[in-house]
């Protein structure tokens, strides 16, 4: 089926806001080395302040995603979308300044953040239902979530620019120039979503595939669905092993390898550019095989099969082969990256041919239940991690990846659905 090119370009703009959301969200875990100083003078209690701030933020970014589903299911999509960059645009530039020491304020402004950027990923998984055929979703989701990956990329780039390595002033400037750039993206959306475009994106979703019988179950019964409870494990394991390293990652290069922070920047920058790849490979790779023959189910199966076997390989090396001065164990974690990204590419296309008219109240709550176990690790890995420590934590989340691909040979076949 061809697509026609404005669509695309709508997939476009859903990168784009993905990239701003991660900007904004990033910016604390890499200038939390310049950051947590002036809210906690402690170094032993920084990690549990870390913690607090990121669980605050965690949680309202989950239980605003059932709201956010709701809400984009009844109203107008393209409408709460710009709102919602606009809230979290404004908690961005606020946190710029928080005073020091006030952790209080600090959180609030998480909060707020997270109840902004919570809408994101339902109306951009509803908006690729509505715009782009099923074959090609894989793809598109891949795109626009590969935002998230270079916005965590462009951060690096922003703290060498912005910020003093050495003293860490200008991380406040940072925040705000981070959230200026999301009212930009306003101007963009409001002038390229316009007339018959508006009218589509706040249409209902392409029938092409919920099954013989059209739009599918009530929500209610949705429950009762094998295909949700596929799409939500395979969620929630995406999101907890790619959440961990987006949260954790940066504090083992400060606490554990004690990396410089030029160079801990230029590592993450590495980090990154592999998992926005990653999302943009395995995301045309679904699209490939089934080019090729293979069924829908299929290609999804094989995909995530080999997202988490390169996971678990890159991560043991990378944790127990090599020393922290070597190149190859960055490459390591760089392989991991890639494929923890790529797998959100599937873990999408699942949410989306769950239930159509359904499809952001189901990533609502697929995105709660994932967030609140997000939020919940991040609560006691706080206070468990310390130098020595990462190594296991970066093995047992490496396993999580097998749990999603063992979920996804559960999805019923097409004839049975």
Request: with cysteine; net charge positive; charged share 10%.
């Amino acid at each position: 089926m061809v697509v026609e090119r404005w669509r695309w370009g709508v997939v476009w703009l859903l990168f784009a806001a993905t990239l701003i959301n991660y900007m904004d969200r990033q910016a604390l875990a890499n200038t939390q080395r310049y950051l947590l100083p002036e809210f906690e003078p402690d170094p032993t209690r920084q990690n549990a302040v870390y913690a607090d701030v990121q669980f605050a933020f965690g949680l309202s970014f989950a239980l605003f995603q059932v709201v956010a589903g709701f809400l984009i299911d009844r109203f107008s999509l393209r409408w709460l979308y710009l709102g919602a960059i606009v809230v979290w645009s404004a908690a961005g530039v606020a946190t710029g300044f928080v005073p020091a020491g006030a952790v209080g304020l600090l959180i609030a402004c998480r909060v707020l953040l997270g109840v902004g950027e919570a809408f994101n990923w339902p109306c951009a998984v509803a908006g690729v239902r509505k715009l782009i055929p099923r074959e090609s979703r894989g793809l598109a989701n891949g795109i626009f979530h590969s935002g998230a990956s270079l916005g965590a990329l462009a951060m690096p780039f922003l703290v060498l620019l912005l910020v003093d390595t050495a003293t860490g002033a200008g991380w406040r400037e940072l925040f705000v120039a981070v959230g200026v750039l999301g009212f930009v993206w306003v101007g963009v959306w409001l002038g390229f979503t316009r007339g018959v475009r508006a009218a589509v994106i706040d249409g209902p979703p392409m029938q092409d595939g919920d099954g013989p019988d059209g739009p599918g179950p009530a929500l209610a019964a949705v429950f009762a669905t094998r295909t949700f409870w596929v799409a939500l494990v395979t969620l929630v394991c995406v999101n907890v092993t790619w959440h961990f390293y987006n949260q954790w990652f940066p504090r083992f290069l400060t606490q554990d390898v004690q990396v410089p922070g030029r160079a801990e920047q230029w590592i993450l920058a590495g980090f990154y550019v592999s998992a926005d790849l990653g999302s943009l490979a395995f995301g045309r790779l679904s699209r490939t095989l089934t080019r090729a023959g293979s069924t829908v189910e299929r290609s999804r199966q094989i995909v995530m099969v080999g997202i988490a076997l390169l996971a678990l390989a890159g991560t043991v090396p990378a944790c127990y082969a090599f020393t922290a001065d070597e190149p190859v164990r960055w490459a390591c974690f760089f392989v991991v990256a890639a494929a923890v990204m790529g797998g959100f590419s599937v873990a999408f296309a699942l949410v989306q041919d769950v239930a159509a008219r359904h499809t952001a109240q189901i990533l609502g709550i697929c995105g709660c239940v994932s967030w609140l176990a997000v939020s919940g690790i991040t609560k006691v890995v706080g206070g468990y991690a310390a130098p020595g420590k990462y190594a296991a934590l970066f093995l047992a989340i490496g396993c999580v990846p097998l749990i999603a691909a063992a979920a996804g040979f559960l999805w019923p076949k097409p004839e049975t659905r």
